[in-house]
């Protein structure tokens, strides 16, 4: 098994809700990625943890918080976002500090 | 900071026809990988490259890391209806650094 699964694929989410966004993989990495990616846009670097450590944080609004429970899961708890947070969320695994990059098929998230 | 200029920005080609995109970088690269995304989709790996000079195939794909280091190729042989999607290079300078992405080269293929 080789996927880096994502849930939900779809999610709308009024200003006000909090919500998370969930990312598995089981290829063995041990580095997880959140990117953000709008439309016709390249994904933009978002969060990276190396063997269960936040290592890059992209000066991303607080409204979003990364969690890694462990190294096959990765979690981005979202909190009072904006409109103009709607985007495609993606998470990619690689092996640090040189590996490919993997991404699931991301998570299209609305905010009304 | 680092920035990856890719070209074309989009193509229109008939089927059948030869594809070429490429990306440079005002800076070396030890890596550089080739992804394709389609609609709704996260980006599918098509090829990595990590030697200056080397050549690599991926069925009609072909891929080349350039001698200069700071740049890359990527040729579709013979295209198909489902090429059709945005073709992103991506690349890091050192072990360790975060990806850096092209803007990416949108491909339509018509039959």
């Known amino acids: 098994d080789t996927e880096v699964t994502q849930t939900p694929k779809h999610l709308v989410m009024g200003m006000t809700n909090k919500k998370s966004l969930k990312c598995e993989q089981h290829m063995g990495h041990r580095a997880m990625y959140w990117y953000k990616q709008k439309a016709k846009k390249p994904p933009e670097l978002m969060f990276v943890?190396?063997?269960?450590?936040?290592?890059i944080n992209e000066s991303v609004p607080s409204r979003f918080s990364p969690e890694c429970p462990n190294s096959s899961l990765l979690n981005l708890h979202l909190h009072a976002l904006q409109p103009e947070d709607s985007a495609l969320y993606l998470c990619?695994?690689?092996?640090?500090?040189?590996?490919?990059?993997?991404f699931g098929e991301g998570s299209r998230l609305t905010v009304l | 900071g680092q920035q990856l200029n890719q070209s074309p920005q989009s193509m229109f080609i008939q089927e059948g026809e030869d594809v070429s995109m490429n990306c440079t970088s005002s800076?070396?690269?030890?890596?550089w990988l080739w992804y394709k995304q389609d609609p709704g989709e996260g980006p599918v790996l098509l090829i990595a490259l990590y030697k200056a000079g080397e050549l690599t195939s991926n069925g009609r794909l072909t891929a080349q890391f350039g001698i200069t280091r700071k740049d890359s190729f990527l040729n579709i042989s013979a295209s198909i209806p489902s090429d059709v999607g945005i073709y992103f290079c991506a690349g890091r300078y050192q072990a360790g650094t975060a990806l850096i992405f092209g803007k990416g080269t949108t491909l339509s293929v018509s039959s």
């Open positions: 943890y190396s063997y269960e450590k936040l290592s």
């Open positions: 990619a695994s690689s092996r640090p500090p040189v590996g490919e990059l993997f």
């Open positions: 800076s070396i690269f030890n890596t």
